[in-house]
């Protein structure tokens, strides 16, 4: 039986709706990507289980604080490895504020009803740019946002919307060479250095990743005096959260987001093993579980992790767990706050899931 054109092209129809069907499965639907990256997955240690190695190591050991007068030095001990001499950047603005800007990707309208322009520079001729949003019914309350590599926060504009629909004003900000950013240090007579990947080319590298967010603390703290300020960073961007929480106290609650794991639990997917997460100086002042420590300094103080258990990217697997406690009594015994690792198993990509959001909006809400 020969068939007609027209069943020929129900067929072709078919098998490419099938093939769609297929991929929107296999790599946008979450329930069966996570499936399919499990399956797909070398060895049950990427996902399934911690590796033994792991466990041979006591995090409680690592940690060095143990009373508030180890706090008070390790800040220090960390200030002085970002910023040298020149000391803490307290007092340090915004180089210009331009108000009612258009920002990209941002409508003007519903829970937004003004959007700010904050410039700040630095040394070298440096610049980060931010932008300040500003809910239209406030609970006179700010988050930081801090977005990571390969984007700009335009790109999880949907956890802005959210805070600001929630009543949180919003400063969010863009690693270095993103967005409008500057990522290049150039002197005369020297090849241009890189942020990110020449760090022993520059004095005082860090400084530039770190500045940029406390410069919006104290310009909020300056202009609008919020009842808090808390911080959310993606990715990178939750690297730079943990380190801004365990510098400046203002910082009340964090939530570093597929962004930072201790150095000895890392492998494999890591990247930029020479770049700011790996600086020298800054961990041997105070490596990743003192941080977390002087991120939950105080009583009323609190980070959560988010780690994204099934990522295709970055920090995954459930290996925060094996730390999680150990900071927690460490702050216990400095009356200090809460410290909790929170895992994502809703999806298997590298991003803040509905199911993360609303868990950091619910925390965000407790006194």
């Not at 769609?20 to 296999?26: F, G, M, N, P, S």
């Not at 466990?55 to 008070?72: F, G, S, Y």
């Not at 002197?187 to 942020?195: D, E, I, S, V, Y």
Request: net charge positive; aromatic share 10%; charged share 25%.
């Amino acid at each position: 039986m020969r068939w007609s054109p027209r069943r020929w092209a129900g067929v072709v129809l078919a098998v490419a709706g099938l093939a769609v069907l297929i991929e929107v499965l296999l790599h946008h639907y979450d329930p069966t990507r996570v499936v399919y990256k499990r399956l797909k997955a070398a060895n049950e240690y990427v996902y399934e289980k911690v590796h033994p190695r792991f466990l041979e190591t006591d995090p409680a050991r690592l940690i060095t604080i143990k009373t508030p007068i180890d706090v008070a030095g390790r800040r220090q001990r960390l200030i002085g490895a970002i910023w040298g001499a020149d000391g803490y950047p307290k007092s340090k603005l915004p180089d210009s504020v331009t108000a009612g800007v258009a920002a990209p990707g941002f409508k003007i309208g519903g829970a937004l009803v003004r959007t700010d322009r904050l410039t700040v520079g630095m040394e070298q001729r440096i610049r980060s740019v931010l932008a300040h949003f500003h809910p239209a019914r406030p609970n006179h309350r700010l988050v930081l946002y801090h977005h990571g590599y390969a984007g700009t926060y335009r790109d999880n504009r949907r956890v802005i919307d959210r805070l600001l629909k929630e009543g949180y004003a919003v400063i969010a900000l863009n690693l270095m060479g993103y967005g409008e950013n500057s990522v290049f240090l150039e002197r005369p007579g020297t090849a241009p250095a890189n942020l990110h990947f020449h760090l022993d080319r520059i004095d005082r590298p860090m400084r530039y990743h770190v500045e940029p967010s406390v410069v919006a603390l104290n310009y909020a703290e300056r202009r609008y005096k919020y009842r808090s300020v808390d911080m959310i960073g993606f990715s990178a961007g939750g690297f730079t959260t943990a380190v801004v929480a365990a510098l400046d106290q203002r910082i009340r609650r964090s939530y570093p987001i597929a962004g930072v794991y201790p150095v000895y639990l890392r492998e494999g997917q890591d990247i930029l093993t020479h770049g700011p997460q790996y600086y020298r100086p800054m961990l041997d002042a105070a490596g990743y579980l003192d941080m977390f420590v002087l991120g939950v300094d105080r009583r009323d103080r609190r980070q959560m992790q988010v780690f994204n258990r099934y990522d295709r990217c970055c920090f995954n697997n459930v290996k925060g767990r094996l730390y999680e406690a150990a900071v927690q009594n460490a702050a216990t015994a400095i009356n200090g706050g809460k410290f909790e690792i929170l895992i994502d198993e809703t999806h298997a990509d590298h991003k803040i899931s509905d199911f993360a959001l609303d868990r950091l909006i619910e925390d965000l809400a407790r006194p």
